[in-house]
C-alpha cells in the first residue's frame, strides 16, 4: 500500500492560514487523496479529499502537485476549533483488496494559538 | 440524528471478562468498519463488513469476533479480555466503491483492568 509521510506537529496561530503538507511518491494512478481530521476525544472526521486536481471546500482546500508525488492542505483561517490532528490518507475504493478501508499514519498535530 | 452511533461510550472490565460493543449507522451505507485507536494515537483497522459479509479480517486474535445482524449494524464482541486490549474502539461506515467519506462513531474506550 502506499504511503504518506507528513510532519509530526506545525503551530499557527489564529486566523492566519495553515499549510500542511503531505508526501506520497509511490502514489498510484488510482489513488485518491483523502484528508482527514480527529479533534480530541473524538472519531476521525473527513476533510476533504482530490485526485488531480485542486479541491476547495467549505473547511479546507486541498492543492496537488503535478506529478501527484505531494498534496497540501490548507485551512485559510484557523481557529481554535482547529486544533486537531490532521492525517492525509490514500484510498482506492477500486481494488478489491483494500475494500474502500483508510490506512492512517502518525498525522500532524495542528496547534492553534490565540 | 448521530449518523455512526456507538455504544457504549465507556467500559471499564476486569480481565477475562466478556464485553461487547454496539454500532449503529443510519446513512444507508452497505459497509462498516471496526477501528482500534492504542494509547500511542495509531488508528488501525480491524474488520469491514460489506452486506453483512466479512471483507476484512486484519490479522485480529480471534477473541474478537465481530457481528453484523444487517447492514446498518456492526457490534464487536471481545472474549476474555486482556490488558493490552485497551483502546479506542471506533466504529465506521461508508459506500463500498465510491469515493465518498467515510463517517465515524465517536469511539469506545475500554479500560481493561
Not at chain 1, 75 to 84: G, K, N, P, Q, S
Amino acid at each position: 500500500d502506499a504511503k504518506t509521510t507528513q510532519p509530526n506537529s506545525m503551530e499557527s496561530n489564529e486566523e492566519e492560514p495553515v499549510h500542511l503538507p503531505c508526501n506520497h511518491s509511490t502514489i498510484s494512478g488510482t489513488d485518491y487523496i483523502h484528508w482527514y481530521r480527529q479533534l480530541p476525544s473524538q472519531g476521525p472526521e473527513y476533510v476533504i479529499h482530490g485526485l488531480t486536481s485542486n479541491v476547495n471546500n467549505r473547511m479546507a482546500s486541498l492543492a496537488i502537485a503535478e506529478d501527484r508525488k505531494s498534496s497540501t492542505l490548507i485551512l485559510h483561517r484557523a481557529t481554535l476549533r482547529d486544533a486537531a490532528v490532521y492525517y492525509c490518507i490514500l484510498r482506492d475504493v477500486v481494488r478489491t483488496d483494500s475494500w474502500g478501508k483508510l490506512q492512517f499514519g502518525a498525522g500532524t498535530q495542528v496547534v492553534v494559538t490565540p | 440524528d448521530t449518523a455512526v452511533s456507538q455504544t457504549p461510550k465507556y467500559l471499564v472490565t476486569q480481565m477475562g471478562n466478556d464485553k461487547s460493543i454496539k454500532c449503529e449507522q443510519n446513512l444507508g451505507h452497505d459497509t462498516m468498519y471496526w477501528y482500534k485507536q492504542d494509547s500511542k494515537k495509531f488508528l488501525k483497522i480491524m474488520f469491514s463488513y460489506n452486506n453483512k459479509e466479512l471483507i476484512i479480517n486484519e490479522t485480529v486474535p480471534n477473541r474478537f469476533s465481530p457481528k453484523s445482524p444487517d447492514k446498518a449494524h456492526l457490534n464487536l464482541h471481545i472474549n476474555s479480555l486482556e490488558l493490552g486490549d485497551s483502546a479506542v474502539y471506533f466504529c465506521a461506515s461508508s459506500q463500498l466503491g465510491q469515493n465518498t467519506e467515510a463517517f465515524f462513531g465517536q469511539g469506545t474506550r475500554l479500560t481493561v483492568v
